[in-house]
Every structure is written in C-alpha cells, then in structure tokens.
C-alpha cells in the first residue's frame, strides 16, 4: 500500500490552509468595516432628513392652519394680554420650533465634530481639565502642616474665593 500523505506534505497542507485563513479573516473584516461606514453614512443622511421634517413642521402648521397663524401672530404682538388657551397653543408652537433648532444644532455639533476625526483633541481635553480644577467650583486642597506655628484657622472656601481676583478664563 502507497502512504499519500507524508508528514512534510501534511504539514505544507496546513501551512497553505492558515494562510488562506487568515487572508479570509481580513477580507471579512475590511468587508465589515465598509459595511459599519455605509450603514454610519446612512444614519446620518437619516438624521438629517428627520432634522428637516422637525424643522419644517411648524413652518407648515402656520401655512395649512389660519387660527393657529393668528394665535401666533397674537402672541407675538401681545404675549401678556393674550386667553390662557392662545397662549398654551403658542406655547406649544413655541416649544416645537424650540425642539426643531436644537435638534439642528446638535446634528450641525455632531457633524463639524466627526470632521475633525474626533470629539476632543488632547490638548483640548487637558486644558479642559486645567480650567475645571481651577475654576470656582474646584477645590484647592491644601497640604497639612506639620509645624504647630502653622496652625491657625482656615478660612471658609467662600471666603476664600471672594479675596481671590478674579482670573481672565
């Protein structure tokens, strides 16, 4: 009986099969990764369709609706003199356009933030850092004393913020 496969054939085999392997685990990989950048670009073209239809929703109201237009334009010109029922239905057409702007400012904030390629920079990060453990609401720890002369009374930290000068942040 002829032996096929020897062990130096066998051992060839796999090596071939590990390195076809691997070639597939970066293929699938390269091929998941365009697949989460089409499906992000797809989210963010439907954030932006969502942010037009919110902003352009009162727009609309005020065109197909005439006694909301006047309840509106009522308001506008008199806030205080205006019936408690105007005045709910312009608070509510208020807080629509209210809602619509920020969620235009947070679709404008989020978009010039992901075109820098990230959200803060490091510099950006540590002076953050540096002006919140220096600002008012930061406290300023000081070391003990170990000379008993050093001991007297610590004045309170509000006291101690109002004969502080002002800083220039």
Request: aromatic fraction near 8%; include cysteine.
């Amino acid at each position: 009986m002829k032996i096929l496969f020897t062990k130096a054939k066998l051992e060839g085999w796999a090596l071939v099969a590990e390195i076809g392997c691997a070639l597939a685990v970066i293929v699938s990989v390269i091929y998941l990764g365009r697949q989460i950048h089409d499906n992000t670009k797809l989210l963010r073209s439907q954030a932006h369709y969502n942010a037009l239809s919110l902003a352009r929703k009162p727009l609309e109201m005020m065109v197909e609706n005439e006694s909301l237009a006047g309840a509106v334009t009522e308001c506008d010109a008199n806030p205080n003199g205006v019936a408690a029922t105007t005045w709910a239905r312009c608070a509510n057409y208020y807080f629509m356009r209210f809602n619509s702007w920020i969620c235009t400012i947070r679709i404008a904030t989020a978009q010039s933030r992901n075109s820098f390629g990230s959200e803060q920079t490091p510099t950006s990060r540590h002076s953050y850092k540096r002006r919140q453990a220096t600002g008012a609401f930061g406290m300023k720890w000081r070391r003990p004393s170990t000379n008993p002369s050093d001991l007297t009374p610590r004045k309170s930290f509000d006291e101690e913020q109002r004969s502080r000068p002002a800083s220039p942040d």
